[in-house]
């Protein structure tokens, strides 16, 4: 069989039968979920194919309550999810970036919004914002909180780095390459330029977020520019 026919594209780049786990890695950019009439929360648009009967809903107003409702409007954040339910081979994907897969065991981590790509139903996620005027200034940073126990995908632009935070020695990150972090970290935002300058801009050389404590630090090679969605 020549190197570049059909069949041997179609075997390189065929599904893997071999594997069967709740969350696992079909490629480096994309995850399969198994489905076991099972519910899944993936983010809104993730979906990229599907074997089986599994049906879509889109995450609704008030789920997570109204304190959530009011966050995602007040920071236009680009978290939707949509749930999954049913039984089938389910893969999502995030605009190429490489899938990373997370098992907590009450356990908590931060992530960036935009690179939440799927949870498992029982995982709590809730938004939380940086309380700083600069925050806002930059674009509205949003964080999602999540915490339980079950398989967590996030996705990273490249391959990622993760920082150790020590006592007496803080991290400083860009807020637009940093992924994610120990839950229990507060990070917070800093700015050393004058007021003037960080009007209608905030890249990663204008503003850092600072840990401080004891836990980790979860960069991207990449500094990603978030966008409202609807």
């Excluded at 570049?4 to 599904?15: G, M, P, V, Y």
């Excluded at 789920?63 to 089938?88: C, D, H, P, V």
Aim: proline share 3%.
């Amino acid at each position: 069989m020549s190197e570049f026919s059909l069949q041997s594209f179609i075997a390189k780049t065929r599904q893997d039968d071999s594997e069967h786990d709740y969350f696992e890695l079909e490629k480096a950019q994309m995850l399969e979920i198994n489905l076991n009439n099972q519910s899944v929360w993936t983010k809104n648009g993730s979906m990229v194919g599907y074997v089986g009967t599994i049906k879509f809903e889109r995450e609704g107003m008030l789920s997570g309550g109204i304190g959530n409702f009011l966050k995602k409007t007040l920071t236009g954040e680009g978290a939707k999810l949509m749930k999954a339910q049913g039984t089938g081979r389910l893969y999502v994907a995030d605009s190429g970036k490489k899938v990373q897969i997370l098992q907590l065991n009450n356990e908590s981590i931060c992530v960036n919004g935009n690179d939440i790509l799927a949870h498992d139903q029982s995982i709590k996620n809730e938004i939380t914002m940086l309380k700083s005027i600069a925050g806002m200034l930059s674009g509205g940073l949003f964080q999602v909180r999540l915490t339980g126990s079950g398989y967590v995908a996030i996705t990273t632009h490249g391959d990622p780095l993760t920082l150790m935070v020590t006592p007496g020695n803080p991290v400083f990150t860009d807020p637009n390459a940093t992924v994610a972090w120990a839950g229990h970290l507060k990070p917070e935002l800093k700015s050393n330029v004058s007021f003037k300058s960080i009007l209608g801009r905030g890249s990663g050389e204008e503003f850092q977020m600072m840990f401080q404590g004891e836990g980790w630090v979860l960069i991207q090679p990449y500094e990603e520019v978030y966008f409202q969605q609807s």
